[in-house]
């Protein structure tokens, strides 16, 4: 059983060996335990210090990419090196590093395809009273559109069986974590959570400039999100309200006009037909985005087994290639 500790790093030259030093070196159950970090863009010795510190592997961007497509490039790489399960966590040492035993126990148990580390967010005192709330209210929204239990979604300290890294393809270019949430509930991936610590703010974090600018970014990713993997519901939603309110409009003019009084309403009659065709046309959509959706799943399972065949391919290469090595050593 092997894994591989995978790390997003963004000029953390300053932070990076004070996290990797908190990771563990055995696991019971962990057969082989190696080291991986992206560097995205990073303008600082970032990569020196991993490789000095001895990380087995680095995945290179020449310019910043954000959090979601390094975050993809790295399972790519850990499952092409073999990686039976895949923790990802923080350059900024957020998390404590000996939690990453709790994190794969459900996975190593077959009870969890995907862990996620639930953080004490109500206890961090480097949490404003408004992160805390919004921290809450995003869990509860993605569990909504997930149908998921998850307390702590935004969490970016998670493992992944081989599996479920298979399943994942993150499309929107801010985060990882709310959009896989979604998408393996989605898929019906088998999903946990377990307890884990934090360690005290290294500095602040550089996933996003302002409060707004967060709230805003998360929003429309799980709005997106929901839209990609429940069309059918979201737009369904919008339509019947729509029609609703239509009908409404509709019943109360059919009252004034039978009770004399319609000559003064006729705008009602305007405004309930327009809501009518308006919410007809939304449901028209969201049946067409659902058969869009029918199609994706395909093209998803088609990628699933592609990956599967390309990283078994790639295994056994890298297999054949250490026993020539060995053989001619």
């Known amino acids: 059983m092997k894994l591989i500790i995978q790390i997003p790093c963004l000029n953390e030259a300053e932070t990076l060996e004070i996290a990797l030093n908190d990771l563990p070196k055995h696991i019971d159950g962990i057969d082989e335990i190696e080291y991986l970090i992206i560097n995205d863009g990073s303008s600082d010795n970032t990569v020196e210090v991993a490789k000095n510190w001895g990380v087995h592997y680095v995945v290179n961007f020449r310019r910043n990419k954000g959090l979601a497509k ?11 090196a073999g990686a039976d399960i895949i923790v990802n966590t923080d350059a900024d040492n957020q998390y404590c590093g000996e939690d990453i035993e709790k994190l794969v126990r459900p996975i ?9 580390g639930e953080r004490p967010i109500d206890d961090t005192e480097h949490f404003s009273p408004l992160k805390k709330k919004l921290q809450h209210v995003g869990s509860w929204t993605v569990r909504v559109a997930s149908k998921s239990d998850i307390p702590d979604a935004p969490s970016g300290f998670r493992a992944y069986s081989r599996e479920a890294a298979l399943r994942l393809n993150v499309v929107n270019e801010y985060t990882y974590t709310l959009e896989t949430i979604i998408q393996a509930g989605h898929e019906k991936l088998a999903m946990t959570s377990v307890p884990v610590r934090t360690n005290e703010e ?12 967060y709230v805003k970014k998360s929003m429309v990713t799980i709005i997106r999100s929901f839209m990609m993997y429940k069309p059918l519901r979201f737009f369904g939603s919008i339509g019947t309200v729509m029609f609703l309110i239509g009908l409404i409009l509709g019943i109360r003019y059919l009252v004034y006009f039978f009770t004399g009084g319609a000559a003064g309403h006729v ?12 919410g007809c046309m939304t449901g028209i959509i969201g049946l067409q985005a659902d058969i869009i959706a029918a199609n994706r799943k395909i093209l998803e399972d088609v990628q699933y ?7 078994q391919n ?16």
């Open 70 to 80: 390094g975050f993809m490039a790295g399972l790519d790489a850990c499952l092409r």
């Open 108 to 116: 190593l148990e077959g009870k969890a395809d995907i862990v996620i």
């Open 202 to 213: 290294l500095r602040e974090s550089r996933l996003f400039s302002s409060m707004f600018g």
């Open 267 to 278: 705008q009602s009659l305007i405004l309930s037909s327009t809501l009518m065709m308006m």
């Open 305 to 311: 087994h592609v990956r599967r065949l390309d990283y």
């Open 314 to 329: 790639s295994q056994e290469q890298a297999d054949n290639d250490a026993n020539s090595g060995g053989k001619e050593g």
